[in-house]
Nanobody, 118 residues
């Protein structure tokens, strides 16, 4: 079955950087827009960044200028470079493949913990 495999989470100090990666099956990588969400304890999962099949990107306001989403076609990954991390970035981050239409599936990664703390 379809599986999105994430890596790169961990513990960093404020102002530090992390790079999250999501390994994507070829059929999904080719067909689906991909994005990253994050989830704070007790809160709804929220949108962070989007990259379309064509490479267009969008970000939630709180991460603009600090986070960069990208596709690596050679490695077939969707990456999230996170710079100047803040304590409020602490969350579980999820890779997501959007539905291409109402008849198709969406897919989620397992989640990876990012903790920003001194």
């Amino acid at each position: 079955q379809v599986q999105l495999v994430e890596s790169g989470g961990g513990l960093v100090q404020p102002g530090g950087s992390l790079r999250l990666s999501c390994a994507v099956p070829e059929s999904i990588f080719t067909s689906n827009d991909m994005d990253w969400y994050r989830e704070y304890p007790g809160k709804e999962r929220e949108f962070v960044a989007l990259i379309t099949r064509g490479g267009r990107t969008a970000y939630t306001d709180s991460v603009k200028g600090r986070f960069t989403i990208s596709r690596d076609k050679a490695k077939r990954t969707v990456d999230l470079q996170m710079n100047n991390l803040k304590p409020e970035d602490t969350a579980v981050y999820y890779c997501h493949a959007r539905r291409v239409n109402v008849f198709k599936h969406e897919y989620w990664g397992q989640g990876t913990q990012v903790t920003v703390s001194s």
